[in-house]
């Protein structure tokens, strides 16, 4: 495997709390990859350490076979990096805050290419604190892209957008990834992992809890899918033929729910019961698990608590 990143038993530590509590992993070249977990778990704290901007209190990092703890310069020159908060001064210009990063390195693609890259061109000279926060992010996001960087690390990049915005973003984040660009991305969005990752990090309390592909992560947890339905008449007594069929409490007479591993054989079986007993099967909805259910399994909590 060609490992851009190779992190070992990181630790970092605020007085007695464990904020990294020896977490391991590696992020080949190319994949777009997540750390999933709730709010205060230690995902930013992992990133940052890899980044340089935090000194861990144990472990090891390799970014592009370079100790970036005895050479962090070195990294910061090969790395792109989009903070939660980003802060420039309101009356600079788009254009002008991209060309001002853009000097900061030895090499740096030209303000209108990043512009271009995420949709910013009609911006261009509008001053920073005139942009919606999805510009603004946006912004954030090319401006860790000025230095053509190898590796690029985008925390939190959705957190606080409407619907339309985070998926600008995540447009721009498929951009990089069907150009082979190596990402390492936070957040706490499931449907972003999924939407966005190869692989992922399930965190919590510091530790990484499970690592792997996002289909994988859900396979391997086994957990039963959620299937609704509503009839047109009373099931009553029926519905005993189908071990685990319940009533949804929720004002609706003839609203049922089921949750099985067997997902085929009930719907068959169900299917059946309705069309001997000349009952019309309506409203029907398969809900499979997804990473906020793995999450909760795991750890007995839901993601955003």
């Not at 861990?56 to 703890?69: E, Q, S």
């Not at 619907?163 to 972003?192: C, D, F």
Request: aromatic share 4%; glycine share 8%.
């Amino acid at each position: 495997m060609n490992n851009i990143i190779e992190v070992t038993n990181l630790e970092k530590k605020y007085g007695d709390i464990n904020a990294v509590n020896g977490v391991s992993f590696n992020v080949e070249k190319g994949e777009v990859f997540g750390i999933l977990g709730p709010n205060g778990a230690g995902k930013t704290t992992t990133v940052e350490m890899i980044e340089g901007l935090r000194k861990p209190n144990a472990g090891t990092i390799k970014v592009c076979n370079i100790d970036a703890l005895k050479e962090p310069q070195r990294i910061k020159e090969i790395i792109g990096v989009q903070l939660q908060a980003t802060s420039l001064y309101d009356n600079i210009r788009v254009k002008e805050a991209i060309e001002l990063f853009g000097g900061y390195y030895a090499k740096s693609i030209p303000a209108a290419i990043i512009m271009d890259e995420v949709s910013l061109t009609e911006k261009k000279d509008s001053q920073v604190s005139k942009l919606s926060g999805g510009q603004k992010q946006r912004l954030s996001v090319g401006l860790a892209l000025v230095n053509d960087p190898e590796l690029i690390f985008l925390d939190e990049p959705t957190t606080g957008l409407d619907p339309q915005a985070r998926h600008n973003i995540w447009s721009i984040v498929e951009k990089l990834r069907e150009r082979g660009k190596t990402v390492v991305m936070t957040t706490h969005y499931m449907e972003e992992a999924e939407q966005l990752c190869h692989r992922l990090a399930i965190v919590d309390q510091g530790k990484i809890i499970a690592m792997d592909t996002p289909d994988n992560l859900i396979n391997k947890a086994e957990l039963a899918t959620s299937i609704e339905f509503s009839t047109s008449k009373e099931l009553d007594g029926l519905a005993k033929k189908i071990p685990g069929i319940c009533k949804v409490n929720n004002g609706s007479a003839r609203k049922y729910s089921v949750s099985t591993k067997a997902v085929s054989r009930i719907l068959k079986d169900l299917t059946n019961l309705c069309y001997d007993n000349n009952i019309e099967l309506q409203n029907i909805s398969v809900r499979q698990a997804t990473l906020e259910d793995v999450f909760l399994a795991m750890t007995g909590r839901k993601l955003r608590e």
